[in-house]
T-cell receptor, first 114, second 115 residues
Framework: NAGVTQTPKFRVLKTGQSMTLLCAQDMNHEYMYWYRQDPGMGLRLIHYSVGEGTTAKGEVPDGYNVSRLKKQNFLLGLESAAPSQTSVYFC?????????????FGEGSRLTVL | AQSVTQLGSHVSVSEGALVLLRCNYSSSVPPYLFWYVQYPNQGLQLLLKYTTGATLVKGINGFEAEFKKSETSFHLTKPSAHMSDAAEYFCAVSLMMDSSYKLIFGSGTRLLVRP
């Protein structure tokens, strides 16, 4: 059981380039989330999805777009990367009935923007 | 608004010593509270959680935390630190937003264990 899988695990971009991070979960979870982790700031929510075909903004959505075309996949896109988007990105998911908010995390994707 | 404050970005203890990681929250309603652990180059995994009922919660690897409503705290403890406990620990509170729960994380505390 793979759980939550993120690809790629590492990426280096130049300013202005675009890229997409893929998150896949095999637990049939309805809810999926993208966080970014920066030193001293914990995890901040970028976007989230409560089901296939739906997305919503989190705390820090600017500069990012997301799509949830299939229940098991949640894509995070950077249209024009900026150095401020250098971070470690984590995808997470949870089951709809787990109303306490417990999340299952991927191993992270480290992005560097030069 | 709900928020989470972790006191101390780094905590250093000797192997075998007590571990105490502090977490305070602000919430206008009874919260759901969590501790997550992150080992190097890995994602976060759930250590323990408080939802309702008993205020002393036991988690994996010998950790426990006590919900104290009067102090708005949820400190994480372990009686005897092991080298393998070295990791970053995040406290989180569950927030209802747009009809679904979101986790709001503290800034994290890195635990160092000295031999």
């Amino acid at each position: 059981n793979a759980g939550v899988t993120q690809t790629p695990k590492f990426r280096v971009l130049k300013t202005g380039q675009s890229m997409t991070l893929l998150c896949a979960q095999d637990m049939n979870h309805e809810y999926m989330y993208w966080y970014r982790q920066d030193p001293g700031m914990g995890l901040r929510l970028i976007h989230y999805s409560v089901g296939e075909g739906t997305t919503a903004k989190g705390e820090v959505p600017d500069g990012y777009n997301v799509s949830r075309l299939k229940k098991q996949n949640f894509l995070l896109g950077l249209e024009s990367a900026a150095p401020s988007q250098t971070s470690v990105y984590f995808c997470a998911s949870r089951k709809q009935g787990a109303n306490t908010g417990e999340l299952f995390f991927g191993e992270g994707s480290r992005l560097t923007v030069l | 608004a709900q928020s989470v404050t972790q006191l101390g970005s780094h905590v250093s203890v000797s192997e075998g010593a007590l571990v105490l990681l502090r977490c305070n929250y602000s919430s206008s309603v009874p919260p759901y509270l969590f501790w997550y652990v992150q080992y190097p180059n890995q994602g976060l995994q759930l250590l323990l959680k408080y939802t309702t009922g008993a205020t002393l919660v036991k988690g994996i690897n010998g950790f426990e935390a006590e919900f104290k409503k009067s102090e708005t705290s949820f400190h994480l403890t372990k009686p005897s630190a092991h080298m393998s406990d070295a990791a970053e620990y995040f406290c989180a509170v569950s927030l209802m937003m747009d009809s679904s729960y979101k986790l709001i994380f503290g800034s994290g505390t890195r635990l160092l264990v000295r031999p």
